[in-house]
Each structure stands twice: as structure tokens, then as C-alpha cells.
């Protein structure tokens, strides 16, 4: 489903981004060349040729081979047409069944008076590289009022009908207005059945054209109107068939576009997204990406999809290009994060068409140069070389080296010798994909050479520069430390607690095991990464005895582990704050025994303050559940408070800036239940070291919202679940049941919407289901999108879904709608995004009954890490998990949670889980 947010993101793009990949063009026949090629097609009949359409008149065939040095002229029009400046033979496309009944359809103009002509022509029975030039069946002719914007372009939708594009007759500015006039044929795409007859006609109107039928003098061949000059057009079947378009603009703007059936494309009231002749935009397609005429550019060629195996960076975007400058970029609307325009090379040729062979691999036509030249990727660039520093001495025996990416490349080899020749190697690695290896233990005091080159389809780039370092005199294990906190036999400790020793000489990071038994033989934790002299570790049962010791570790191994202390929690669970050096904004999730500041917060350095709108500032000695504080911290450490969770609050606010606490579970804005209704005027907003806007209060956090009247805010992680929203609902044609969530499309499950960007609240609510109300009646969906243009209580619905609660020519309806558990089968799964690894792990959490409030995965036994979501709802941990298998742990909104391990990370893929809550 494609919201607003696509087009709003668009605008947002620059033509100029740069590339992420080295591409160019080959002369992939170099012993032939054309005379002003205007078009290169394939008959989709397994036979692998070649058809070169050029502007005079003719279309040439070959075999798709690169030897080869002749021609055979498949079609010979130049005794019927007006070729020239934009005129002559422009078009061509082959019937779906070609291969049996061997038609072609052509586009051409003809003069006296000016014309365009669709025609059908037969292939010889015995000679299939020639065209029976008598067989020809006229289907359309349009007159022309002049001699430029003819379109021109061909081709069979998925649906087996003919698209013809039509300009507007030419000229400048649409004097004749025939983009929007639906009584004639220019500045349309068209569509029609050529496989059947009616009306005196040799084709027959597809019965969905959105004139079909119609008395009042709008013309039935008509699919969609207010093009320009669409100068190729393109289907994409992978991506369900999408009609997508580059519509040539007038002096300022071209505009890329996908069609749907009915739709205004704007011209010429709009030029692109831009005013022509008309601010309003109201019943217009906007362009899905649109540039300037600047630098040269002047004139948008379209392109295609790309679905083909020799580029797989470009996979799923659009191809196209600048007729001016030669420029070719690849556009992604569906590109995480929101749309891409790259820029991928310079041809340095007049584009006049881009073309596909029988593998799918895209091809360049250049008018004047009279070559097809085809897309290549090119070997990367070399390496630039990070760390260590060139010449670096004192190096770790294990160093970790690391290098700047190189554009395109899919592997990398790393060299690492003791010879600057290379004459001899310790480290050569040709399979790395990630441009950072940790190598050794290497030899003590010793100078080592070392480089990279990268690699991609294409072969093997030069290899970068050499750099040498030298090692480090071998180290000796630390010294054994000595143990802080808590003190030996410490009894009533915190659930989550904050483990402290000293500094032992040498070490590098420690490792500290904690478990149930002195001797350790299956420890709750075992982390042996840790570079600071305190470990918070949380998850503790309970009155629980627990165990723990440490040990310091550096290049040279590790060092004895200190004494073992015990200690034995209390009888109630505890909240944990990691707390900065400065101030903070705290608040209280649990109600505790002794609320003094003091007690609280022993290690503070300052008092407690809160904010009264009326009032200002007030220091504060007893803190109480539902107010934030400012407290100052001489250094950055972990807290740990014991006492009761508090699940639910009812937050008084004045009118004014309020600084609200928090509860004992992540509540999402969109959750907070507001009293009186619409009282909030402001986001939520939190502070660390700097004020973010939140999408999820956190316990423990606080947060900063500005209210209009005095009233309550109830916080609850179920109260989205219970709230009844009230708003309008729309829906968008495209809709196919997939969308930003990135959820598989479902063509049999189409009761979908994409929510108000307010209550998507960051993708919190992607993939969740909800129950709509409108005039008509009542249907459950799921929200696969944010939709940026929607009111708060809108949906975008899905034309399906949009159909049971309302009338589609209304276009909008009244509703009121809830979420709702979803009736899915089976346990949750988890989809790792594609390029996902140890280093970089991005992971979505699918098949979730309730939305999800907290997503983490297990650094040590029983010490989980929490993981941020990302505006697709994948949780992404930019530093990477790790090589796994993993151990996740998913909370709902109501609190539930599951705990799945076992999970093994593949790239691109889905992996189930075990249990799926209640």
C-alpha cells in the first residue's frame, strides 16, 4: 500500500545523491551500429533476439550475441511514415502469445494530414526475422495538431491488454488543454483489447476502463489522462503488475509516476508535484519523484524495473534517465528509511530509450551515437585503508584492522605479511564482507605489512595502498582484583544490581561470572567483555543466594580470578536507571518503602526538582509516583531502586508544561488516554544530555508535554488496546496487503489500512490489527503502513476494506475504529532484514498477536540488551548481536512476554519462533 508518506519523502530527495555502486556502458556489438535507435525489445519467445527499432522506419533483429555483424531488417515502414525531430516510427510491442500467432503492434506517425497509427502486423510463417508487410490491420489513427509530444511508446500490460502512450499533441503549455480534456485521445495513456472486436472498431474496450460505457462523450479507450509526454512506459510483473511512467515536464520539472486506472496525472495544471496553471491538487495523482532542469538536464527518458541477475544492488528500482546530460539514476521507492534517488553514472550520449533483453538485463539506446550499449557493473575501486594508523607502533597482538568500503563490492581480501612484497603471508583472507577483521594473536615486536582489495560480479578491484604497524612487547596476565561491592554476605539486595571491583593491573576488560552454586557450573552470567570496573546485572530471582567472582584479562590471556563473594536479593523486584554525569530527568515506577531523595539516590549531587506550570521549580525531599525530577550526578553509574511495580497511573496536569513520571512497563504515546479529550498540545519529551522527542515513555524516564487545560493523563501499557479512536477513512488503489512494514504482500488477504503517522506511533502499531466502523458496517484489519496524511483517527484503507465501511465514490467516510489481538496461527517468527550479520543485526518481530513494546536479546546468561525500533518497525542494533545463535526476549503492550532462543540470524529470511502470546 502506498501512503502519502511516499510522496512526501520524495520531495525530500535530491537528484544529486550520489551513487552507492560503479556502474557504465558497453558496447555490448560493437560491429553494429543504427541509424538513430529509438527503442530495443525482445519477443518474449525464448528465442533470445535482439529488435532494434529505428526512428526512420525500419526494426532490426539479430541474435543476442556480441560478435555479431549483421542485421536482418525484421520490419521496412520507411515508404509510409514522417520521421524527424520527434516523428517516425516510435513504438513497438509483441502480442503475449507471440510465439503461436505472431503478431506485432506498432506506433508511427504519418503526414498529409499528420497522424499517429497503431498498427498490427504478422510475422512470416517461414521466415521468423521478417514481417509480412501486406499482413497490416490498422487499429487507431490520431490526428496530430503538431509535430512534437507523439508518446509513442507500446506495451501489454499483465492484464493482456495494449497501453499506448499519447502526448498532447504538442506545441507548448497544452494550448488545444487536451491533457485534461477526456473527449480526445492526446495526453493519455490508453488501453484496449486487441484480441476482440466492437463498434466497428478492430480492437474492443477493456469493460474496467474508467470511461467504459459512459454516453457523455468521454472517450472509452482512455485508462488514465493529464500526461504530457510519456516518453516510455514500462510494466513491472514482479511488483504486481505497476504501470510505471516518465512523463517528459514543460521547462522546469520531469516527473516519474506509477498509473493506476482512472487516475489525473495533472497536466497541465500541474508541471510534476509543481503549479502550472493551478495550485489545487485536489483528484491528482502526484509524481512519485520529480527533478529540475538543472545542470544541463532537460528531458526524462523512462525505464524499468530492474529484475535482473547481473546488477542485484539495483534490484526492485527503477532505471531511467536524462535525454540532456546522459545521466542515468536508480530510483527505490520502497528503500528502508524512505525513497532513494542514486545517481549511477554519465553515459555521455543522447538517451532516447532504455530496453530489456530475454534475461532482464537493461540496455541504453543512444540516438545520435547510433549504438545499444548495455549496463555493466564495474570492478570496485580500491580500499582506503582505516586503522591501525599508518606506521602505528605499540599494536595489540590481536589488532582489529579496518578499511573504508568500497563502492559496490560484495567480498574483500585482506593480506597481512611480514614482507612488504607480500612475498609470504600470515593473514590472506578472500571471503570477509564487512570491512573490519580482527587478525592474530600475532608475533610480538614485529613490523607487519598489510592490504585490502574488494571484489563484486564484476571481478577484483586494484588493491589499496600498503600500511605497516608494529606489535606491542608482549603482555603478561593481569593481577588478580580485588572485590568492592556489594559487601560479603550482603543480604536484601535489588533484582537488578550493580557489581563493582577494583582496577587489576594490566587488564584489558574482565569477565565476571555470577550463578547459584560457588562453583560455578552453570552461571547466570558470563560476560567476558566488559571494559569498566561495575556490571549491572538484572533478572535475579527473588530471596535468592547468589555467587560471583572476577577476572582481568589482556593480550596475554587472562589473570586469576579474585576471591568469591555471595549475596541474597530481597523479597521485591527493582527498577534500574543508568544515569549520565549532570542532570537527569527520573522519575519513580515503583512505590517504594522510604521515598526519601536521599535514600533513593544516595550518590546525587544535587536535590530533587520538580516543575509546577504555576509555580516553576520545587525541590523536592519525598519523591511519589506520576512526577519527573531533576537530579545531578557526579559521574555516569547504574541505580537500582527496590519496591512494587505501579502498572497504571493517573497523571494530574495543569495547563501549561508539565514534567510527568512514568509507570513499570513501556507505555506508547499513542496509549496515553487523555482527560478531557485533546487536551495534549505538545509531543512527549525526554532528555539525555540533549531533549528527543519520545514515541514510548520508558520506566524510570522523564518526560516533558504541554497541556491546554488542566485534566489527567492515564498511563497504562493496555490502554491502546481499550481506546476508541474517531476519524475519516480513505484508501488508495495500490493497496496489495504489503506496505512499510515490509510484511509480505498477501493478494488473498486485502482488509488492510496504513494508520496516522500520531497513533502508528513509530511503527509501533506495524503489523497490528484493528476493528473499523463505518456507514456501511464493521471489518477487521491489519495496519501494514503509516500514512503521514492522515488526520489523527484516520486509516488509508485498502479499496477492499474501504468498500465494506463506505461507498468508493464517497472516497472518504466517517468511522470509528480499536485495536484488537489478531487472529493469527502459530508462534511468533522474526524476519532478519536483508545485509543483516554480527556486526550490523536488524530484526523484525512478525506474527505478533498484540503490538510489541520491547524487544531485547541475551548479551550474558540471564543480562539482556533492549534494542531500538526503527521507523519500519525492524529493531535494529547498528553495532550488530553478535554471531548468534540468539536468545530474544519480546514484551506485548499488556506486559506479556517470550522468551525464544536458539534463534539462528540468516540474512533475508524468517525464522520461527516457539510460543505466541495470549
Same mark, same amino acid.
Given at each position: ?64 550475441? /556480441? ?7 525484421? =520490419? ?125 472498431? !478492430? ?49 522546469? @520539472? ?65 532505471? *531511467? ?77 590481536? /589488532? ?41 594473536? =600475532? ?12 571484489? !563484486? ?24 582484583? &580485588? ?64 555467587? @560471583? ?59 530533587? &526538582? ?22 545531578? &550526578? ?50 512527549? *519529551? ?17 518526560? @516533558? ?124 517468527? *522474526? ?29 550474558? /546468561? ?11 518497525? *525492524? ?44
Amino acid at each position: 500500500m502506498r501512503s502519502p508518506v511516499l510522496l512526501i519523502a520524495a520531495a525530500l530527495l535530491l537528484c544529486a545523491a550520489r551513487g552507492s555502486a560503479q556502474y557504465d556502458k558497453v558496447d555490448v556489438f560493437p560491429n553494429l551500429s543504427f541509424n538513430s535507435p529509438v527503442g530495443l525489445y525482445h519477443a518474449e519467445d525464448a528465442s533470445d533476439r535482439i529488435f532494434v527499432v529505428e526512428q526512420g522506419g525500419t526494426v532490426q533483429v539479430f541474435p543476442n550475441n /556480441p560478435v555479431q555483424t549483421t542485421t536482418a531488417t525484421f =520490419l521496412d515502414l520507411t515508404d509510409s511514415i514522417v520521421s524527424g525531430g520527434e516523428l517516425g516510427l516510435l513504438g513497438l510491442a509483441f502480442h503475449p502469445q507471440f510465439a503461436s500467432n505472431r503478431y506485432i503492434y506498432v506506433d508511427y506517425t504519418r503526414d498529409n494530414p499528420l497522424r499517429t497509427v497503431i498498427s498490427r502486423f504478422q510475422v512470416s510463417a517461414s521466415n521468423p526475422d521478417s514481417v509480412v508487410r501486406g499482413s497490416e490491420l490498422v487499429l487507431l489513427t490520431i490526428a496530430q495538431p503538431y509535430e512534437n509530444h507523439n508518446g509513442g511508446q507500446l506495451a501489454f500490460g499483465t492484464d493482456g491488454y495494449l497501453y499506448i502512450g499519447m502526448g498532447d499533441g504538442g506545441s507548448g503549455g497544452d494550448p488545444l488543454n487536451n491533457g485534461q480534456n477526456t473527449s480526445v485521445l492526446l495526453g493519455k495513456i490508453l488501453r484496449i483489447n486487441v484480441d476482440a472486436a466492437s463498434n466497428g472498431n !478492430n480492437y474492443a474496450i477493456p469493460p474496467s476502463n474508467p470511461f467504459a460505457g459512459n454516453l457523455s462523450g468521454k472517450r472509452q479507450e482512455i485508462y488514465a489522462y493529464g500526461l504530457r509526454n510519456p516518453w516510455r512506459f514500462s510494466f513491472d510483473p514482479a511488483g504486481g503488475g505497476t504501470l510505471w511512467v516518465g512523463d517528459v515536464g514543460q521547462g522546469t @520539472w520531469e516527473e516519474i509516476d506509477t498509473i493506476r486506472n482512472g487516475a489525473n496525472l495533472g497536466w497541465n495544471l500541474l508541471e510534476g508535484s509543481h503549479c502550472f496553471n493551478s495550485y489545487d491538487t485536489t483528484g491528482i495523482d502526484l509524481p512519485l519523484f520529480d527533478y529540475e532542469h538543472v545542470s544541463g538536464r532537460c528531458s526524462i527518458t523512462g525505464g524499468f524495473l530492474y529484475r535482473g541477475s547481473a546488477l542485484p544492488a539495483l534490484d526492485g528500482t527503477y532505471i *531511467y534517465g536524462d535525454y540532456c546530460t546522459g545521466e542515468i539514476w536508480s530510483f527505490n521507492r520502497l528503500a528502508l528509511g524512505g525513497p532513494t534517488n542514486t545517481f549511477l553514472f554519465n553515459t555521455g550520449v543522447n538517451i532516447s530509450s532504455f530496453g530489456l533483453d530475454q534475461s532482464g538485463e537493461i540496455y541504453v539506446c543512444g540516438v545520435y551515437s547510433g549504438k545499444v550499449y548495455k549496463l555493466v557493473l564495474t570492478p570496485p575501486p580500491a580500499p582506503v585503508l582505516d586503522q591501525p594508523g599508518s606506521g602505528a607502533t605499540g599494536v595489540s597482538l590481536t /589488532p582489529s584492522l579496518s578499511w573504508g568500503p568500497s563502492l559496490s563490492a560484495t567480498s574483500y581480501r585482506l593480506q597481512v605479511s611480514t614482507s612488504p612484497s607480500f612475498a609470504s603471508t600470515v593473514v590472506d583472507d578472500s571471503t570477509l564482507t564487512d570491512t573490519l577483521l580482527q587478525v592474530g594473536p =600475532l608475533v610480538g615486536s614485529t613490523t607487519f605489512s598489510w592490504r585490502v582489495r574488494a571484489k !563484486n560480479g564484476a571481478g577484483s578491484g586494484p588493491y589499496s595502498g600498503t600500511r605497516s604497524f608494529t606489535t606491542t612487547v608482549p603482555a603478561v596476565p593481569p593481577s588478580a582484583t &580485588f572485590l568492592v561491592a556489594p559487601a560479603p554476605g550482603a543480604a536484601d539486595q535489588p533484582t537488578v544490581l550493580s557489581l563493582r571491583w577494583q582496577t587489576a593491573s594490566g587488564a584489558a576488560t574482565y569477565e565476571i561470572q555470577v550463578g547459584t552454586d560457588s562453583l560455578f557450573a552453570s552461571p547466570l552470567a558470563d560476560d567476558s567483555l566488559i571494559a569498566d570496573t561495575v556490571h549491572q546485572i538484572s533478572g535475579l530471582s527473588v530471596s535468592t543466594l547468589y555467587y @560471583w567472582h572476577v577476572r582481568g584479562k589482556n593480550a596475554a590471556g587472562y589473570g586469576p580470578y579474585s576471591s568469591v563473594r555471595a549475596f541474597t536479593t530481597g523479597s521485591t523486584y527493582s527498577a534500574a536507571y543508568t544515569v549520565r554525569k549532570s542532570w537527569n530527568m527520573v522519575s519513580l515506577p515503583l512505590a517504594v518503602p522510604d521515598p526519601r531523595m536521599s535514600v533513593l539516590f544516595p550518590t546525587a549531587t544535587s536535590a530533587a &526538582f520538580t516543575y509546577d506550570p504555576s509555580a516553576g521549580y520545587l525541590q523536592k525531599d519525598s519523591l511519589v509516583v506520576g512526577t519527573g525530577y531533576w537530579i545531578k &550526578f557526579s559521574d555516569s553509574q547504574q541505580v537500582a531502586l527496590t519496591g512494587t511495580p505501579v502498572q497504571t497511573d493517573s497523571v494530574a496536569v495543569k495547563a501549561g508544561w508539565n514534567m510527568i513520571g512514568t509507570v513499570a512497563a513501556r507505555v506508547p504515546v499513542a496509549a496515553i488516554i487523555q482527560n478531557p479529550p485533546g487536551i495534549v498540545l505538545s509531543a512527549f *519529551y525526554g532528555y539525555d544530555g540533549g531533549y528527543f522527542g519520545a514515541d514510548t515513555l520508558v520506566p524510570g524516564g522523564a518526560y @516533558w508535554v504541554k497541556v491546554g487545560t488542566p485534566g489527567t493523563l492515564v498511563l497504562t501499557s493496555a490502554g491502546l488496546m481499550s481506546a476508541v479512536h474517531t476519524g475519516t477513512a480513505t484508501y488508495y488503489t495500490f493497496a496489495d496487503g504489503g506496505g512499510n512494514c515490509m510484511f509480505d504482500p498477501t493478494p488473498n488477504d486485502l482488509l488492510v489500512g496504513a494508520m496516522n503517522a500520531t497513533e502508528y506511533a513509530n511503527s509501533a502499531i506495524c503489523g497490528a490489527c484493528a476493528t473499523v466502523t463505518g456507514p456501511k458496517g464493521t471489518i477487521d484489519i491489519r495496519i501494514v503502513d503509516r500514512c503521514a496524511g492522515c488526520a489523527l483517527g484516520g486509516i488509508d484503507l485498502s479499496p477492499t476494506a474501504f468498500a465494506l465501511v463506505g461507498d468508493i465514490p464517497l472516497g472518504h467516510v466517517p468511522i470509528s475504529w480499536h485495536l484488537r489481538p489478531c487472529a493469527v496461527a502459530g508462534p511468533i517468527a *522474526y524476519h532478519f532484514k536483508d545485509g543483516s550479520n554480527q556486526w550490523w543485526t536488524a530484526v523484525q518481530v512478525r506474527n505478533a498477536r498484540n503490538p510489541i513494546a520491547q524487544f531485547e536479546y541475551m548479551v550474558s /546468561p540471564g543480562v539482556y540488551k533492549s534494542v531500538t525500533r526503527t521507523s519500519y518497525n *525492524y529493531f535494529l542494533n547498528a553495532s550488530g548481536m553478535g554471531p548468534g545463535p540468539y536468545t530474544f526476549r519480546v514484551t506485548d503492550i499488556f506486559g506479556n512476554v517470550l522468551i525464544d532462543t536458539g534463534i539462528a540470524p540468516a540474512a533475508d529470511t524468517t525464522v520461527p519462533g516457539t510460543s505466541q502470546f495470549p
